[in-house]
């Protein structure tokens, strides 16, 4: 964008994109939820024994709350790496 030619301004843009993605993903969870559709990595929710039954029931259990951190850990992850 703006004729900017640089690895490293692109390398950073691919990085903020998937930043906003994964926070974009989590910000919907509720709407998403109402409509019976869960969108989170279900190898994230398996590790916290999370199904997607507990986040369309709204519960708000330590091990759904854990699932949402390591998630939106990944999303800071990008972030440090633009950083």
């Known amino acids: 964008i703006l004729g900017v030619r640089d690895i490293h301004a692109d ?6 994109g998937k930043a906003q993605g994964i926070v974009t ?36 259990e330590k091990n759904v709350k854990d699932v949402i951190y390591d998630v939106a850990s990944q999303a800071h992850i990008h972030l440090e790496h633009v950083r």
């Open 11 to 16: 390398h950073a843009a691919s990085h903020i």
């Open 25 to 60: 993903c989590l910000r919907a969870t509720p709407y998403h939820s109402m409509k019976q559709k869960v969108f989170l990595p279900m190898d994230i929710c398996m590790l916290h024994g999370v199904s997607q039954e507990d986040f369309i029931r709204g519960k708000q």
